[in-house]
């Protein structure tokens, strides 16, 4: 059911972990719907220097956050605040459609964690 | 290495089964319905496998009908009982061929009472009589889970529908429990699906046992075959899989009982002691033989499956991350297990056919899937190595 890109995101997981001395970080989703996302990103002048990802959920919500980490590093905030998860569902050559709102959650994931960003930083935006 | 511990999905086809079935694929080809030698030849397997699966499960021919697989089974009991109206009872923890099949009868009018279980999936008689109505027409209730493997005392449960009511007829879908455990097809039972897969014969053909004096009308009309219950050209080879798969496993179930309960225990032990923050669902005592299913605390279940299959262990969950709803499977929710912990399920169910190896094997893969899926939850302190958040 699920492509060849995905396993590959599932079986060799890019960026999975948590950036050390991290200034971003966004947690989405919930336990209660099995699928939970957090992001840590090191932003420094405006670029995504550095970004990792834990995930607890399903095949497809880990392959979306890897790929995810992928599409934004070394972006600009602006860059990476206009991927969306069309974007990443192509990247991955589709999903089921059941597993579509994963790929949602790994857009809101990244904004949630420039969102904490510019919320601790203003002056720095 | 490969490991298949997903028999409560299907299970390979045993020798005799094969053997029985290819005459019927290769030279053996007549309609079962025909005149000629190749017709009654044909017809007179049919009615041989009728005879063996009747006389392994101790009712009589008469009230064995050949469908094409449980589903189907458990769709004309439910269907044909209600068709004259009539309220349906059935439990929380039934497969989703009845649950589904009771779920739509209620889209059409019936009224549908789900009776609910103990923490080990157990429903009790007088949690059923509950729920009965003097317009009840039919009660389902699983003879044994597909998910957590707890064995209903059907036998029992059969009596107490039957004294509130003769009218009403009780169904109980077999599906995972015939060929594995002695049935105890008692007067007070009605109606009984099982299916061949699920015990080493094919895919794609099941039976319905409807008691002699049970009026229940045909799901499928056309040609009048089955004794004019059942229309279609007669699956011989299906049929013939079906006996000879149900005969392989009567004449040696004890044995294959013992052997897959000490395997089971082996690696439900094995699990338990091996991963931390790991539980047993279902019941231990009442349990079928080849079920061993579990919650992980801080692991997701698809994901869960999918290291182990990176692994060779053919494994599946209830997680059931795949449904549009995103909630887990009801069975687990009907013993009262939380969203959250019912999204970590992993369900292992082996066969007589593992060896000690394999389940050492299993145990070990098992272990490091769960160590993998929690490397990489938020949920998970892998400092502490123990769960982020404790629900």
């Known amino acids: 059911m699920y492509t060849d890109c995905v396993m590959d995101h599932f079986n060799n997981p890019r960026n999975m972990g948590e950036v050390e001395g991290y200034n971003a970080e966004g947690t989405v989703g919930n336990a209660k719907c099995g699928d939970i996302m957090r992001m840590t990103m090191r932003i420094e002048d405006g670029v995504v220097k550095d970004v990792m990802f834990k995930t607890f959920g399903c095949g497809a919500a880990v392959a979306t956050s890897s790929i995810a980490t992928e599409m934004v590093k070394g972006k600009t905030v602006e860059e990476a605040l206009a991927l969306t998860n069309k974007a990443v569902v192509e990247a991955l050559e589709g999903l089921p459609p059941q597993k579509m709102h994963c790929s949602v959650l790994a857009e809101e994931a990244i904004k949630a964690a420039i969102a904490s960003y510019r919320e601790k930083t203003p002056d720095l935006t | 290495m490969f490991v298949y511990c997903d028999n409560a999905a299907t299970t390979p086809i045993c020798k005799p089964a094969l053997d029985a079935m290819l005459p019927w694929l290769e030279t053996g080809y007549g309609n079962a319905s025909g005149f000629y030698k190749k017709a009654r030849e044909a017809k007179k397997a049919l009615e041989g496998a009728r005879r063996t699966a009747a006389s392994c499960l101790g009712v009589a021919p008469e009230a064995l009908y050949f469908t094409s697989g449980g589903t189907e089974s458990d769709n004309w009991a439910l269907k044909g009982a209600c068709e004259a109206g009539g309220h349906i009872a059935v439990s929380a923890v039934e497969h989703h061929a009845v649950l ?292």
Not at chain 2, 202 to 225: M, Q
Not at chain 2, 354 to 383: G, H
């Open chain 2, 100 to 391: 589904h099949t009771a779920q739509y009868l209620k889209k059409r009018g019936h009224p549908l009472s789900v009776v609910p279980v103990d923490g080990d999936g157990l429903i009790h008689a007088e949690t059923l009589v509950k729920a009965l109505r003097p317009d009840t027409a039919i009660v389902s209730v699983i003879y044994a889970n597909n998910e957590i493997g707890t064995v209903q005392p059907v036998a029992g449960l059969a009596r107490a529908v039957k004294e509130y009511s003769k009218k009403i007829l009780f169904h109980t879908d077999a599906i995972q429990a015939a060929g594995h455990i002695p049935l105890d097809i008692s007067k007070d039972i009605d109606m009984l699906s099982l299916s061949a897969h699920k015990f080493g014969g094919p895919k794609g053909v099941g039976a319905l046992y409807i008691k002699a004096d049970v009026k229940l009308p045909p799901l499928l009309h056309g040609g009048g075959h089955e004794r004019g219950k059942r229309s279609t050209t007669e699956n011989v080879a299906g049929a013939a899989g079906l006996a000879a798969a149900l005969d392989y496993m009567c004449q040696n179930r004890d044995n294959f009982a013992r052997r897959t309960a000490s395997l089971r225990d082996k690696l439900v032990e094995g699990i338990l002691s091996a991963v931390p923050y790991s539980s047993l669902t279902g019941s231990r005592e009442y349990r079928l033989p080849g079920n061993a299913s579990f919650v992980f605390a801080a692991v997701e279940g698809e994901s869960l499956v999918l290291q182990l299959d990176l692994m060779g262990v053919a494994a599946s969950s209830g997680s059931a991350c795949s449904s549009a709803a995103l909630d887990p499977s009801h069975v687990l929710l009907a013993i009262g297990l939380p969203h959250e912990k019912a999204h970590g399920s992993l369900r292992l169910t082996v066969g007589h056919e593992n060896t000690e190896e394999e389940i050492d094997y299993v145990i070990q893969s098992v272990k490091t899937a769960v160590e993998r899926c929690r490397n990489m939850s938020p949920l998970w302190d892998a400092k502490k190595g123990e769960p982020l958040h404790v629900h």
